[in-house]
């Protein structure tokens, strides 16, 4: 019976997490508290959440039987946060035992870790049954080239460089714009080769090597060029980006069942598992039974990851469970909130979930604030804002009010037992309710929820809601259903352009008192302007 | 080495670690250096960065490890059509060419031990050994005199005991010490000592540097 305490303090998505006895107490991400993206900072410690996770919880580092750091581990940002032994973790480990050991799955199950090249590799393959992982293939950084290094330095040069000749976007942080964007490009044969110059795939490698500079130098030449002068411009790149990688990663994972059929089951980790439409495609494969990607897929899911191995090696943590919800971070009472309102001069109401159904249908915009934050990059039912998937125009009153770029898709919730009636592909349900996956949407609903439909391609990344995972948050679209025949609903992180999913009260009382929101709902109480 | 391709001109060498000179119509190119260990035929890169030859910020490639290595030198440029196109490589081949070896020890039995240790590596790789010691007669037993200015080596290996590079960014900053930077793979005690010298034998330490180990 142990309490073990992860951390990682790497380049960025700096993190912490605590499991005690086998169960997740809690995990925060660094940019939650430091209120700085991931992409915005280069090095980053894990002080602030440690501390915040010390506060809410009760557990204590220097109380805990176990320490992890997972690698790279910086010997100052240990220092800031233990002066106790502790142990390291491999990077790709803790990413993969975080994935295959929330998957829930049994049997044979490959997990595939892929990132920018974490701890000098890019990618882990391992073998997993009964609990049991067997490492198979590790591709080293400096022998194998990186995907997510294609996507990294796309993104920091697709919109040109700022004074200080940094990219306007940023890798670790806007990638998911470019994903966004590819939906309306179209295939362009000279740029795929480009790119395929970068990143080849054979025979289980993908090369030549040193993708991460050699990138930046062509997409510097490229943006020289005039490719990305136009928003048309840009959309056919990354049009092309998201192909070639759809198309290597398809070769690779169909080179890996030719090599071991029996295994049918996927869990993935990694920053470009947070690659839906990638996620999407691997899916739909005819022999794939089930994929699972880890929630908090990339960097900020490490020191979780850490924890679940520790804690499997001390047996507590055996076999593979499903994850009820990602809901771990902080969470505050009535009477704090209560407390932190009185800063402001909003009404206060008992919540009800007719009447705040009754205003989503109306076509207001409403902030939701329940429980512990979600620990990830998704806005899962803790930090979100709901808005009615109805109309069009939705896209644009959003966009004006949290000053995000239009390129930037929402995201439905589903109520789990309409899923079927609304999307094609009834696979992988589990990881949905966790937004890592798009699917495609059936032609008689395209019309009914606009806003939540990718405009080009008919996909969308749900959320399914299971009632009892989520009971609250499956009511109030439960309601919303009821009342409009529609059971789905807008929901989109709670948080301006540029800023981290909001963490606390204050946080959410100020987007209302600046009207981002119409109404607040947090925990029992709805607050308004009115 | 030098080599005139279409339009490039490529000047090249491993005397002082990896250097790579040229001039061309493109405003930059993409220079890569891999290293491929023993019996492993995968090339691991080692360095790469591009190089503007017009312009006064960075103009030429080095990489400044000066003990062997099984390196390669690749150059690339783009082409609008195509993306990244190899225009050069060269694999590090010794064979027939003229290698400094430069001896620093001030023992002459140790001197003696290294000289075994060159002789051995020149009959391994074939090439040209120029020998430079404090100590004449060992000097002079080799047929290539070290005296000769403006002489164009392949390669020079300086055979010794040297303190870690105080340009080595991870002495100027401890906080960096563990982090992954992009270039650099391996953890270099210095660029002329593959590993920390003070743990090996002088044999040991020739054998590192000179690649025999």
Same mark, same amino acid.
């Given at each position: 019976m142990s309490t073990i305490f992860g951390f990682y303090c790497g380049s960025h998505s700096g993190c912490c997490a605590v499991v005690k006895d086998g169960e997740i107490i809690s995990a925060l991400e660094e940019e939650r508290m430091s209120r700085k993206k991931a992409g915005d900072v280069h090095e980053t410690s894990a002080l602030l959440c440690t501390r915040k996770i010390e506060e809410t919880t009760g557990y204590k580092v220097d109380n805990s039987d176990y320490r992890v750091f997972v690698a790279p581990v910086s010997q100052k940002y240990v220092e800031e946060i233990t002066h106790l032994d502790y142990e390291n973790c491999s990077h790709h480990d803790a990413h993969a035992y975080g994935a295959y050991f929330t998957s829930g799955m049994s049997g044979k199950v490959i997990t595939i870790t892929y990132d920018g090249g974490g701890e000098n590799t890019v990618m882990k393959i391992y073998l997993c049954e009964d609990g049991k992982m067997q490492l198979l293939r590790q591709y080293p950084y400096n022998s194998c080239g990186s995907l997510s290094h294609l996507w990294g330095f796309s993104t920091s040069s697709i919109m040109g460089y700022d004074a200080y000749n940094e990219g306007i976007w940023r890798m670790c942080k806007d990638e998911g714009k470019l994903m966004g964007m590819a939906a309306d490009g179209h295939y362009d044969e000279k740029i795929y080769k480009i790119l395929n110059s970068l990143i080849n795939y054979k025979n289980l490698s993908f090369y030549p090597t040193t993708t991460a500079w050699k990138t930046k130098f062509v997409c510097d030449m490229m943006f020289k060029d005039g490719y990305f002068s136009t928003k048309e411009k840009r959309e056919i790149y990354c049009f092309n980006l998201q192909k070639l990688t759809n198309d290597l990663m398809i070769k690779f994972v169909e080179d890996l069942h030719s090599l071991y059929p029996e295994y049918k089951k996927l869990c993935f980790a990694g920053g470009l598992f947070a690659n839906v439409k990638l996620n999407q495609q691997i899916n739909e494969l005819g022999w794939v039974e089930e994929i699972y990607v880890m929630p908090p897929m990339g960097d900020e899911g490490l020191a979780l990851g850490a924890c679940i191995k520790k804690s499997h090696e001390l047996g507590e943590w055996p076999k593979p469970k499903k994850l009820k919800n990602v809901l771990l971070g902080p969470s505050y009472s009535n009477d704090k909130i209560s407390e932190i309102s009185k800063n402001y001069n909003f009404s206060k109401s008992k919540y009800s979930a007719e009447e705040i159904a009754k205003d989503l249908n109306e076509g207001k915009i409403i902030g939701w604030f329940q429980g512990g934050s979600e620990h990830g990059p998704r806005a899962l039912g803790a930090r979100s804002i709901l808005v009615r998937p109805t109309d069009v125009g939705t896209h644009g009153i959003l966009n004006q009010r949290l000053n995000r770029y239009e390129t930037m898709p929402f995201a439905p919730i589903v109520l789990e037992e309409k899923f079927d009636e609304i999307f094609t592909c009834s696979k992988s349900k589990y990881t949905s309710e966790f937004m890592t996956l798009c699917y495609s949407t059936k032609e008689e609903w395209i019309n009914k929820i606009p806003a939540v439909i990718q405009k080009s391609d008919k996909t969308a990344r749900p959320q399914i809601v299971v009632k009892d995972n989520l009971p609250k948050f499956w009511e109030i679209l439960n309601e919303y259903y009821k009342l409009s025949g529609i059971p789905v609903l807008l929901n989109t992180s709670f +948080?301006?352009? +540029?800023?981290?999913i909001i963490e606390n009260p204050n946080q959410a009382f100020r987007a209302l008192n600046k009207k981002i929101i119409d109404k607040l709902v947090i925990e029992d109480y709805v607050y308004s302007t009115e | 080495m030098y080599i005139a391709l279409n339009n490039e001109r490529i000047i090249y060498n491993f005397d002082k670690g990896v250097l790579v000179r040229m001039s061309g119509p493109d405003e930059s190119y993409y220079v890569e250096v891999k290293e491929y260990l023993k019996n492993d035929e995968t090339p691991y890169t080692v360095e790469s960065y591009p190089i503007s030859p017009k312009k006064s910020f960075c103009p030429y490639f080095k990489l400044p490890i000066e003990f062997y290595g099984d390196w390669e030198i690749l150059i690339y440029k783009y082409v609008p059509e195509h993306g990244m196109n190899r225009i050069f490589s060269h694999r590090f081949n010794d064979y027939g060419k003229l290698v400094r070896f430069i001896l620093k020890t001030e023992s002459y039995e140790e001197c003696k031990l290294w000289v075994k240790r060159v002789q051995e590596y020149v009959r391994i790789h074939g090439c040209t050994p120029i020998v430079e010691t404090p100590f004449d007669d060992i000097n002079k037993s080799f047929i290539t005199y070290y005296n000769i200015p403006y002489i164009d080596v392949y390669k020079t290996y300086n055979i010794g005991r040297f303190p870690k590079d105080s340009t080595d960014y991870r002495t100027l900053d401890p906080r960096k010490k563990d982090l992954i930077w992009f270039g650099n793979w391996k953890t270099f005690w210095s660029y002329q000592h593959p590993r920390k010298w003070t743990e090996l034998s002088s044999q040991e330490i020739a054998d590192d540097i000179l690649g025999l180990s």
């Open positions: +948080n301006s352009h +540029n800023e981290p | -």
